[in-house]
């Protein structure tokens, strides 16, 4: 089978020898020629096949609940703050409890002392970031989940500092970075980066944003070396990458999309949802814009950057996809889930689950497009395992 398989890209090879023999008559030429994978040669690649469900967990979480998913903690299990059962004290209190197979059974792991609306889990599953206010300021506070032991990362004083955006981790779970301005002027915009290895913050003032007012999100890459800006005004949302110059951070390329969702793939290259609900892709090194997918409305890719699960409109219902990147496409696309919205996904550490949460819906009777009937929906987080 193999010794015929190479046979057969014999009168390819040829073809392309004869082109190119034939234009040495009129000088020296150089064409770039692609010829693309066929579906053949990419069921030997590792993951070459679509995706297949196994099981459906269904957590045991109410929209009742005053609960926040963060994510996994090891390749099956999940964890998430949660409000404490009731007991002697009369004051709500949360803790990071943690919900392993079958999924049934929330078991307690440590009280955290941060604000709960701003509280962020690595994505190697092993540290929690936060910040707690107290008289000196904001307390950004570093927490291992292995320990409890924390680390003050720094303060940001309200009367000289503003933080303008969340606190953000890189993929490799290296940098921690987040945006914030001088409260005297507001014009000065400077990009905090606190490096978890050594243990310290740098500043970098922001260069060529024409907007600066309303910056909601700032994602550093692997390397430390570069930057995604999410801008935000009354109108349009723009992604911004920019690059580690010096002691500054200079803006390169900006678009406009329809979210803010982006993601780093390499040092290199970034995806990002535009308008209308085209995924692209960006490539610095060639300046190349390319597209990956249409008419998405969300995605989340796997820590490995190997897989994409992504949702779009399918007739009257919503579907969650599940495929494979490579190059400049997704192969293998699977739906894995139908008549669901998610508002977040989260791949497990080994790519083999996918914690959803978000709403279930159900379509409403087809009516008058000037109606304001719209479709009943409940709040249901699950888990996917796949084959």
């Not at 990419?42 to 099981?55: A, E, L, M, W």
């Not at 599953?125 to 206010?133: D, M, P, S, T």
């Not at 409305?297 to 599940?322: E, G, H, T």
């Amino acid at each position: 089978m193999l010794l015929n398989k190479r046979f057969a890209a014999l009168p390819v090879l040829f073809t392309v020898l004869i082109i190119l023999l034939s234009g040495c008559a009129g000088g020296l030429q150089s064409e770039t020629i692609v010829i693309p994978s066929t579906e053949e040669e990419h069921i030997v690649d590792t993951g070459s096949k679509p995706f297949q469900v196994k099981r459906i967990y269904r957590l045991p979480i109410s929209e009742t609940n005053d609960s926040q998913l963060l994510g996994w903690t090891d390749p099956e299990s999940v964890v998430g703050l949660f409000q404490d059962a009731p007991g002697a004290t009369r004051h709500l209190t949360q803790s990071l409890q943690r919900l392993s197979p079958p999924y049934e059974q929330l078991v307690k792991m440590q009280s955290v002392n941060v604000d709960p609306r701003n509280i962020e889990l690595s994505p190697n599953g092993k540290y929690i970031v936060g910040f707690n206010k107290t008289q000196d300021g904001m307390l950004l506070k570093l927490i291992s989940l292995s320990d409890g032991r924390e680390t003050n990362m720094g303060t940001i004083k309200p009367r000289e500092e503003l933080l303008m955006t969340k606190l953000t981790w890189s993929d490799n779970s290296r940098y921690i970075s987040y945006l914030i301005t001088d409260v005297d002027t507001g014009s000065v915009v400077k990009m905090a980066v606190y490096d978890t290895t050594a243990g310290q913050v740098k500043l970098y003032p922001l260069k060529g944003l024409q907007d600066t007012s309303s910056i909601s999100e700032a994602k550093m890459s692997d390397d430390g070396q570069s930057v995604l800006i999410v801008v935000k005004n009354k109108r349009t949302i723009s992604i911004c990458m920019g690059t580690v110059d010096g002691s500054s951070v200079n803006i390169e390329y900006e678009h406009q999309t329809g979210g803010d969702q982006m993601a780093w793939l390499n040092k290199d290259q970034f995806v990002f949802l535009g308008t209308e609900g085209t995924l692209y892709e960006y490539d610095r090194r060639n300046r190349a814009l390319s597209v990956l997918l249409e008419e998405v409305l969300s995605f989340q890719l796997s820590q490995d950057r190997k897989y994409i699960a992504y949702s779009q409109q399918d007739n009257d219902s919503i579907s969650i996809y599940a495929g494979r990147l490579q190059g400049n496409d997704v192969l293998y696309k699977a739906s894995v889930y139908q008549g669901f919205m998610p508002s977040e996904m989260f791949w497990s550490l080994d790519n083999d689950n996918l914690l959803i949460n978000g709403q279930k819906i159900y379509s409403a009777p087809r009516v008058q497009a000037n109606s304001e009937q719209s479709p009943v929906s409940y709040s249901q987080p699950f888990i996917i395992k796949f084959e």
